[in-house]
């Protein structure tokens, strides 16, 4: 592709991203779809997030991704903010307006993208979350809004738990996330659950860790997701399959959150035959840096 006055800039904000996988996906998408757009990753200092906003839409970006640790802090910084992102309280994707940018968050609708790529079903299903941070926040609502019966939020501090429910269950105005202490799983109710690894425990390097170590507790798990895609098989995922669970990994939700962020910027959708072509050339890219 030739750049020239013509080309759009899109671009990741967030402090790292020297290791960021984005710019595979979104210079994938434009080439493949003959856009004349280039997607750049910046690195900004903290306190500088206000002006890095501003400076984007001075500068006409078309939008902007946002990542940690920024999620939250960008918002005071935005013209419009979308009700699901609003919710959550995090945004992910910057949309340009007339007026500044729009706030959407698209990690966890690329979470359930991915999961119904896998034939995973939340509708109904009865979950274990673990963790209470801001991943494991935006997957409750998640689970809340496409109706999941039960959701047992497992944290090591209650007290975070219990405020994380307590929040989804009023703004989602269902009583379907039930906050636990970590240590208290034995307690699960004895059945097989959709299980949601949302806490960095076992993010590369510290491959060799799980949140809960015991084999028992993976024996109520039918199918583990971890939000983690590096390593390709975490010590969750290698538990979960142990006991005969099926596993998966986080890279299409990574690739599905930055799809629907394209298909926001350029109002336009990609096929399931390229979101598939990029997510061969993920893989392909885990396994020369792994």
Not at 44 to 55: C, I, L, P
Not at 226 to 248: H, N, V, W
């Amino acid at each position: 592709m030739e750049i020239n006055g013509y080309t759009r800039t899109c671009g990741l904000m967030g402090n790292p991203v020297e290791h960021t996988m984005s710019p595979l996906i979104h210079n994938t998408l434009a080439k493949k779809l003959c856009h004349n757009l280039v997607y750049i990753p910046f690195h900004v200092e903290q306190g500088k997030e206000a002006d890095a906003v501003k400076g984007a839409f001075a500068l006409n970006f078309l939008g902007l991704n946002v990542t940690v640790p920024y999620k939250s802090k960008v918002m005071d910084s935005l013209t419009e903010i979308d009700e699901l992102a609003e919710k959550i309280g995090a945004v992910n994707t910057l949309v340009r307006t007339p007026n500044g940018f729009k706030g959407y968050n698209t990690d966890m609708l690329g979470l359930y993208r991915a999961m119904c790529s896998e034939g995973i079903q939340i509708e109904g299903e009865d979950v274990i979350l673990l963790g209470a941070g801001g991943a494991a926040r935006a997957v409750a609502f998640l689970c809340a809004s496409k109706n999941a019966a039960r959701v047992y939020l497992l944290n090591r501090s209650k007290d975070k738990a219990e405020a994380v429910a307590k929040e989804v269950n009023e703004k989602s105005g269902r009583d379907c996330i039930y906050p636990m202490a970590l240590d208290d799983y034995r307690s699960l109710p004895d059945k097989k659950f959709l299980a949601v690894q949302a806490t960095s425990v076992g993010l590369y390097p510290d491959a060799d860790r799980a949140v809960i170590e015991d084999e028992e507790f993976y024996r109520k798990i039918h199918t583990g997701y971890d939000l983690i895609y590096r390593p390709c098989e975490t010590k969750f995922m290698a538990l979960t399959k142990k006991q005969r669970g099926s596993a998966f990994h986080g890279l299409k939700m990574l690739l599905y959150q930055g799809i629907i962020a394209y298909e926001l910027w350029n109002k336009l959708s990609v096929s399931e035959e390229m979101a598939l072509e990029v997510y061969c050339m993920l893989q392909e890219k885990m396994e020369i840096n792994v």
